[in-house]
């Protein structure tokens, strides 16, 4: 049984009040209104830095595509963007990617840069050099800081350099990314940037390098709900990843089963219960997306890593992965994973219960949409682990 903190609910103001006094209306919608607000919470990550250091490769793979896809950042050796560029992710237009111009260009002097690209819409920047850190990142990340915003200094293509160091020498990759990261700390020393952070990376393969320990540190210095807004976007390059994307999403399911008992409309065939399907459905489709289980991301997994589509479709076993989630679908597999959520431990549930003040009408729906929705996404998290396993074979 895993950990009961994993899944400590969060109080909401006024649902306990309102399920105690029979109001299941005024209850569903205070979560409701919870759940949607956590939805369409905002990200915008600022990309910046000199012309040909990787920035719109960066773009593409953190959004999961590649460099000729449709809707990729434009690259080029030579400066493909003379104006602010916003890339949405495509699995959440709410988390924004946006190519900035480099600093210190004719349309853009340093002086006035943050002015001309809009600094306050942004929650951090990325700073991306392949080869130096110049004055003009110096000076910008001192500028973000004056304005307390946080700035992270990337370090990129750093697979090119181990393949040149490799023709030339037979020093370790270790000690070359040692070198390579100490360069780059006292260049930026230097330049006057006190304790600098500078993570090494390689836009095609981010499960190499220091793509997981920026991830680490972007969850510990962004606010609670950007976090899980970033965390849910994140490509699946570690077993870690997909352990934290379980437990943020496992946190949101005791609401999602008092949401759906109170708002029940639609009996399950095959259990004596009802559930808020267009609720349920919604929710469901976000776990499928942010494990990167749907259909567009698959397909997107398998040009990258030249792994088929079929292959990976193969590992899963959950029926609401790589499937479109309609009504008819998720009836039946609510149906069919009820009896099997049964097998689950009744403890874990039944303590939420006094918690959020469920009334005894309700809790047959509560108990039984909350195991349900347990065993998907466990069901889930281990089906994303499988096809990260095949996919990095």
């Not at 990617?97 to 600094?119: E, S």
Request: aromatic share 8%; proline share 5%; glycine share 6%.
């Amino acid at each position: 049984m895993e950990d009961p903190d994993d899944s400590c609910p969060e109080e909401i103001p006024g649902v306990k009040e309102a399920l105690k006094n029979n109001d299941t209306a005024g209850a569903a919608k205070r979560i409701k209104e919870y759940l949607e607000k956590q939805t369409n919470v905002s990200l915008n990550i600022a990309i910046t830095g000199e012309s040909g250091a990787g920035k719109s490769t960066f773009i593409n793979a953190f959004r999961g595509i590649k460099n000729r896809d449709e809707g990729a950042a434009p690259t080029g050796v030579t400066e493909t963007m003379s104006e602010v560029t916003p890339y949405p992710h495509p699995d959440n237009p709410n988390v924004t990617l946006w190519d900035l111009p480099g600093i210190g260009t004719k349309d853009f002097p340093a002086r006035k840069y943050l002015k001309l690209v809009g600094f306050d819409k942004y929650d951090f920047f990325l700073i991306i050099s392949d080869t130096r850190f110049r004055e003009n990142d110096v000076k910008l990340a001192q500028k973000i800081k004056k304005m307390k915003r946080n700035f992270y200094f990337v370090r990129s293509k750093i697979d090119n350099d181990i393949r040149a160091e490799e023709s030339v020498s037979d020093s370790s990759k270790e000690k070359t990314l040692t070198k390579i990261r100490d360069d780059c700390i006292q260049r930026l020393k230097d330049l006057g940037i006190e304790s600098p952070r500078v993570f090494l990376m390689s836009s095609f393969q981010l499960h190499k390098f220091d793509f997981s320990l920026l991830q680490e540190t972007l969850e510990r210095e962004l606010p609670k709900d950007k976090r899980d807004t970033l965390l849910y976007v994140m490509p699946n390059v570690n077993p870690d990843v997909i352990s934290k994307k379980k437990k943020a999403l496992k946190v949101h399911l005791y609401l999602l089963a008092t949401l759906s008992a109170a708002a029940a409309a639609v009996p399950v065939p095959g259990l004596s219960v009802a559930v808020d399907v267009a609720v349920l459905i919604g929710a469901v489709t976000h776990f499928v997306h942010a494990f990167g289980l749907d259909v567009q991301s698959l397909k997107r997994l398998a040009i990258r890593t030249a792994v088929s589509y079929t292959e990976l479709r193969d590992v899963i076993i959950s029926p609401v992965a790589a499937k479109e989630i309609t009504k008819e679908l998720f009836l039946k597999a609510f149906a069919q994973l009820g009896g099997a959520a049964g097998l689950i431990g009744a403890e874990e549930v039944s303590r939420f219960i006094p918690i959020v003040g469920i009334p005894v009408a309700m809790s047959l729906s509560f108990v039984t949409t909350y195991r349900v929705l347990n065993f998907i996404l466990n069901q889930l998290a281990e089906d994303a682990q499988k096809v990260l396993k095949k996919a990095l074979v």
